[in-house]
Every structure is written in structure tokens, then in C-alpha cells.
């Protein structure tokens, strides 16, 4: 059999695409160097715990719970008052006595030893006519007064509701655990979402770089009549598509970048870049680990609980209503105009009680009341273990799932960059079309995307989970097991010629 002769044309084309493809490789504008600043996930946890503002109101409700327990602590103490008054009376307080009662019983003694006597009578009868009076305080009168009262015994009023103070505290300090783990999550999202954009940005540069390559190729075999215009104009429109999805991976990096730095309370004009990769684990933890800690440490869970315990010690200061208060009260008068100390003591002390018998079932209705909420609080758990229970089965699916797209995506990747490198192969030599070139470039461009996002969603599931199950901190120790290379940030602008 004879051998086909390869046209001259033919081979002075591939040698011209060959030239053109080194060429090309080194003819691109150089990129602009931009403000970066490196940022790990530990520093952007950092300033995250730094400057957060959610963080900073979660530690104010800290501060509000302290004060509420030193407000209901006070009631252990002492009481003490200072009064003063100035009082004007419409008349004066004094005290009246008629002498008829005394010369009367005189005139009876008179007339027993003297039964005749006029003289003696007469005189007594004037002086009965008149009134004795004793004045004991002015018009006006002038008081200042230091009264004192301690509580002795109130029915356990005051124990239960120290108690409740400090569950206060567990309770704010809870809330705050909660917070810092939901502001975690959000810098998970935010921190591995800017590395997903700027990854997916140099993806699709090279995908852009490929297809301008193969454009200019197209141009070069068109310029020979090894293909038609219809195949030259295919690759045109796939570059200005590429171009066009690199514009828009940009503008979405910048969007995830001003979410970051507000998340972050960061004002610094240059961008951030991330250095710690995309991760995932090559194995995961058993689910039902993560089902006994999340019932364990679930922050909603144990709030729930402190709450039930503040109810139950609300029914039992309700219950202590039944029981009388007992106080030791004392008054020290340090200033008085108008009263003598003979008629008001300028000093008392005692002990007193106050015992409420009936107050119209009002007492039987908050002990209702507040059983009702500690019942309400209770079901409130069970339902939540349920619910928690749920969430953990599917993020832990969500886990394995992206595990098996990025294991399934690594073999795709590999067997589309073979496919890549045979069909640029087989175009320079005339025996592939342009339509499968591009079809090979997109194919690659989509599963690297592909991969990317697989990671993103594990890292932010993970984090989820972990937040779930009330131990967020572990994120840090189960990052970095297993991580996709750190690639060159190529975000810059390039120039179209």
C-alpha cells in the first residue's frame, strides 16, 4: 500500500500554529500588580473576634445580665432612707383641760366642813369657769430622719432569685457562644467564598487565555483555506463568551470582597487573599458522634435548659407568697423644730412581720403561670433534639455528598485535560474542528468550577455542623488535612487588542 503524502500546506500551517501557539504564550500583557494583603483563616478569626460588632452587643448582654444579678443580690442588703419634712398646720396641737374639774370636787370638800360658805364657792365657781391650756407643738414643724430596714426572712424569696441572677449569666454567656459560632459560619462563607471567586477567576482566565489562543489559531488556518469562516467566527464568539464570564467572576469577587471586610470591621483600601485553600477531609467522623455532642453542647438546647431552671425558680418565689416577711426596721429623727422629744422619741428600733392571708387567688395564678412556662420550656427540648437530630443528618449527608463530587470531579478533570490536550493536537493538524476544541476547553472550565464549588460547600457545611453541634473552635483542627493547591491569583485586568 502506498503512503498518503501529507500536503505541503497542511504541514506549513501546523508548523505556523506551533510558532503562533509559542508566540502567543509570551505576546500576553503583563498583568498589574494590586494592594493585596495576605489573610489566613486564623487572622481573619482574629480580627473577626476583634471588631465584630454582633460580637461586641453579645458581650454588652454579658455586662446587662451582671447588672440584673447585682440588682436582685441587693435585697440582701439593708435598706437605708434619709426623710425630711416641713409641715404647717392650720392650727396648733395642744391639749385642753377645764378647772371646773378640779374646783368642783374643792367646792364639795368646802361645803362639808362649812355648809354656809358663799364666799369661798363663789370664788371657786370663777376659777372652774376658766380652761387649762397645754401647748405641744407650733404651726409649723421641721423634721429630718434616717429610717433603716433589713429583711430577715422572705419566704426564700431572695435565694431563688440569686439563682436565677446567675443563670442569667449562663444564660447571656450561652447567647453569646451562639453568636460568635453564627459569626464563625459567616466568616467561613465569606473567607472560603473570596477564595472560591478568585479561584473560579483564575479558571476562568485560563479558560479565556485557551480560547483567545484558539482563536488566533482559527485566524491563522483560515488565512490558509484549511477552515471555513463559519469555524473561525465559532471561536470568536466563544472567546467574547469567555471574556464575558471572566467579567463576571470578578464582579462577583468584588462583591465577596466588600461582605468580608464588613464582616470583618475592616476599612484597608487594598484587597484581601486569602492564603489558607479550599479543604476537604479525606474521611469523615462517624454521624453518631456528631449526635451525642449536638446533644450535649447544641446552644439552643442549653439555653432552653437554663431557661427551664429560671422558670422553676420563679414558681418557687411564686410559692414563697404564702409565707410572711419579717423585718428589723429602725428610726433615728437627726433634726426636729417644733416637737419635743418627750411627746416623739428621737429613737426607735424593732422587729416587724407582713403576712398577705388573701390577695384573690392572685398567687394561685402565677404559680399556674409560671408551671405552664417551665412545661412549655420542657417540650420546647424535646422538640429541638428532634429538629437538631434532623439538621445533623442531612449537613453530615451534605458532607458526604460534596466528598464523592470532588472524588468523582478529580477523575473528570484529569480524563477532560487529556481530552483538551488531544483535540488542540488534532485541530493543529486538521483533524478536529473548532467546535470540539472549544467544546473540550468549556468542558474542563466547568468541571474545575465544578470541583471548586465541592469544596466550598464542604468547608461551609462542615463549619455548619460543627456550629450545630456546639463546637465551632474545631474547625481549626480539621482544615488543612487535605487541601486543593494554592494557585496563582490572577485577577488583574488583562488588555484586549
Not at 440584673?68 to 435598706?79: C, D, Q, V, Y
Not at 469562516?229 to 472567546?239: E, G, I, S, Y
Not at 476537604?280 to 437554663?306: R, W
Not at 493543529?428 to 466547568?446: F, I, N, Q, R, Y
Request: net charge neutral; with cysteine; aromatic share 6%.
Amino acid at each position: 500500500m502506498e503512503k498518503k503524502k501529507i500536503p505541503v500546506a497542511l504541514m506549513i500551517a501546523a508548523g505556523m500554529l506551533l510558532y503562533n501557539n509559542t508566540v502567543a504564550a509570551q505576546s500576553l500583557p503583563p498583568t498589574q500588580e494590586t494592594s493585596q494583603h495576605q489573610l489566613s483563616f486564623n487572622e481573619a478569626l482574629q480580627l473577626l473576634h476583634k471588631g465584630n460588632q454582633s460580637l461586641k452587643i453579645a458581650d454588652k448582654g454579658i455586662d446587662i445580665a451582671r447588672a440584673e444579678r447585682g440588682k436582685l443580690n441587693a435585697f440582701w442588703m439593708p435598706s437605708l432612707q434619709s426623710t425630711g419634712a416641713f409641715v404647717h398646720l392650720s392650727e396648733k396641737i395642744e391639749v385642753k383641760q377645764p378647772l371646773s374639774q378640779f374646783t368642783d370636787p374643792a367646792k364639795d370638800f368646802v361645803h362639808s366642813i362649812l355648809p354656809d360658805d358663799k364666799i369661798i364657792s363663789s370664788i371657786l365657781d370663777q376659777i372652774g369657769t376658766n380652761t387649762l391650756i397645754f401647748p405641744l407643738a407650733p404651726r409649723n414643724l421641721t423634721t429630718v430622719d434616717l429610717t433603716a430596714e433589713w429583711i430577715l426572712f422572705a419566704g426564700g424569696k431572695r435565694i431563688h432569685a440569686t439563682k436565677i441572677g446567675n443563670t442569667m449569666i449562663d444564660l447571656a454567656r450561652e447567647n453569646r457562644a451562639q453568636t460568635d459560632a453564627t459569626q464563625r459560619t459567616l466568616l467561613a462563607e465569606s473567607y472560603y467564598g473570596l477564595r472560591l471567586a478568585q479561584e473560579i477567576v483564575g479558571v476562568r482566565l485560563e479558560s479565556y487565555k485557551a480560547l483567545k489562543l484558539h482563536y488566533e489559531n482559527a485566524l491563522k488556518l483560515e488565512s490558509t483555506g484549511m477552515i471555513d469562516k463559519a469555524a473561525r467566527l465559532f471561536a470568536q464568539v466563544n472567546m467574547d463568551e469567555a471574556l464575558r464570564e471572566l467579567e463576571a467572576a470578578r464582579k462577583e469577587e468584588a462583591v465577596v470582597q466588600r461582605t468580608l471586610k464588613t464582616l470583618l470591621n475592616l476599612e484597608t483600601s487594598g484587597d484581601i487573599s486569602p492564603s489558607s485553600p479550599l479543604f476537604i477531609n479525606d474521611t469523615l467522623p462517624p454521624k453518631m458522634e456528631f449526635m451525642q455532642v449536638v446533644g450535649i453542647s447544641n446552644y439552643l438546647l442549653n439555653q432552653l435548659s437554663l431557661q427551664e431552671h429560671m422558670a422553676k425558680q420563679q414558681v418557687r418565689i411564686d410559692q414563697s407568697g404564702y409565707l410572711p416577711n419579717i423585718a428589723l426596721f429602725g428610726k433615728q429623727t437627726l433634726y426636729s423644730h417644733g416637737i419635743q422629744s418627750n411627746l416623739l422619741p428621737r429613737t426607735m428600733i424593732g422587729v416587724g412581720f407582713t403576712w398577705n392571708l388573701f390577695d384573690g387567688l392572685e398567687r394561685e395564678k402565677r404559680i399556674r403561670q409560671s408551671r405552664l412556662t417551665q412545661q412549655t420550656l420542657a417540650l420546647g427540648q424535646e422538640k429541638a433534639r428532634d429538629d437538631l437530630s434532623v439538621g445533623v443528618d442531612k449537613l453530615y449527608t451534605g458532607l458526604q455528598k460534596a466528598l464523592d463530587n470532588v472524588r468523582a470531579l478529580n477523575t473528570t478533570i484529569e480524563l477532560s485535560e487529556e481530552l483538551v490536550r488531544m483535540r488542540k493536537k488534532a485541530f493543529a493538524e486538521g483533524m478536529a474542528t473548532s467546535t470540539e476544541v472549544v467544546d473540550a476547553e468549556t468542558l474542563l472550565s466547568k468541571t474545575k468550577v465544578a470541583r471548586l464549588a465541592a469544596y466550598y460547600e464542604y468547608d461551609v457545611t462542615l463549619m455548619n455542623l460543627l456550629a450545630l453541634c456546639g463546637i465551632p473552635e474545631q474547625f481549626g483542627s480539621m482544615k488543612d488535612v487535605t487541601s486543593l493547591p494554592i494557585t496563582e491569583n490572577r485577577r488583574n485586568e488583562i488588555e484586549i487588542e
